[in-house]
């Protein structure tokens, strides 16, 4: 059973940064993509960055000049540092990787980033 968690979210003020984190479990494939979305209160679920396992990475322009992805394969780990936040990113952020047309998630965890 796969599972994705993540962690390293929390309340952080206008400008600071986060380093989120996400494990995968009970894999039994190196992930060809692994990708962090978002979700902010009353607005759906959006891409941030995507990285593949050689390294190609693909930002939102959200994010841009701002986060990076990177991923550890032997440990099947993505990061998502994130630098100079704003109000506006605040948001749930989900882990998120896929194989043979099979979507998994994270269950989330909460940035807020107060003014």
Avoid: H
């Avoid at 190609?56 to 440990?75: L, P």
């Amino acid at each position: 059973q796969v599972q994705l968690v993540e962690s390293g979210g929390g309340l952080v003020q206008a400008g600071g940064s986060l380093r989120l984190s996400c494990a995968a479990s009970g894999i039994t494939f190196s992930p060809s993509v692994m990708g962090w979305f978002r979700q902010a209160p009353g607005k759906q679920r959006e891409l941030v960055a995507t990285i593949s396992r050689g390294g190609t990475t693909n930002y939102a322009d959200s994010a841009k000049g701002r986060f990076t992805i990177s991923r550890d394969n032997t440990q099947n780990t993505v990061y998502l540092q994130m630098n100079s936040l704003k109000p506006e990113d605040t948001a749930v952020y989900y882990c998120n990787t896929a194989r043979a047309g099979v979507a998994y998630w994270g269950q989330g965890t909460q940035v807020t980033v107060s003014s």
